[in-house]
């Protein structure tokens, strides 16, 4: 859907940024994130690990994974990718939608690099600044707990109502106890 809002083709940190926010939004809304992907803060922002691997073909990736990509992305050069067809919808639930499209409607007007920038004000990443800057590791865990911070953009979107963000944070802690029990 990202690739399709850019007439097809995206740079691969607009595409990571879009599925960042997304995240981000859907976890804050709904108790759990669209791709359940693990994050990590890097120089240029929030990556969603399986994600960014998924882009850049890694071939430690499983099999599920490796054929999605081939399914569905193709590189044109390094930094930029296409959709070899259109998403399959049925995968996404009414809610992943939603917040794929008001994401997009709020944030792909901005390029890679300023979507970069406005995700170094975010506090799951704000919090590793002078780590980073410092270069103390390449890379530090985003907790997704972190995402329940609020944030002001400027859209409105990550302040939520508080009766609706609690609930939403009890549902994520529920289900993570839920996950460590079954593991």
Excluded: C
């Amino acid at each position: 859907m990202i690739a399709q809002a850019n007439d097809g083709s995206v740079s691969k940190m607009k595409a990571i940024k879009l599925i960042w926010l997304s995240d981000r939004l859907h976890l804050r809304r709904y108790g759990r994130m669209i791709t359940e992907d693990s994050y990590f803060a890097l120089p240029l922002g929030p990556v969603p690990s399986a994600t960014r691997d998924i882009l850049e073909d890694n071939p430690f990736l499983n099999d599920i994974e490796l054929e999605y990509g081939k399914e569905y992305i193709q590189a044109t050069d390094k930094y930029t990718y296409t959709a070899r067809k259109a998403p399959d919808i049925n995968v996404f639930s009414q809610t992943d939608i939603e917040i794929i499209k008001t994401i997009i409607s709020r944030y792909n007007q901005f390029d890679h690099f300023q979507l970069s920038e406005l995700s170094h004000s975010f506090p799951e990443w704000a919090k590793f600044k002078s780590p980073l800057e410092k270069k103390i590791a390449s890379r530090f865990d985003i907790n997704p707990e972190d995402f329940f911070a609020d944030y002001d953009d400027g859209t409105g979107l990550f302040n939520e109502d508080k009766e609706g963000l609690e609930l939403s944070h009890k549902l994520f802690q529920e289900n993570q106890k839920l996950l460590s029990f079954l593991q």
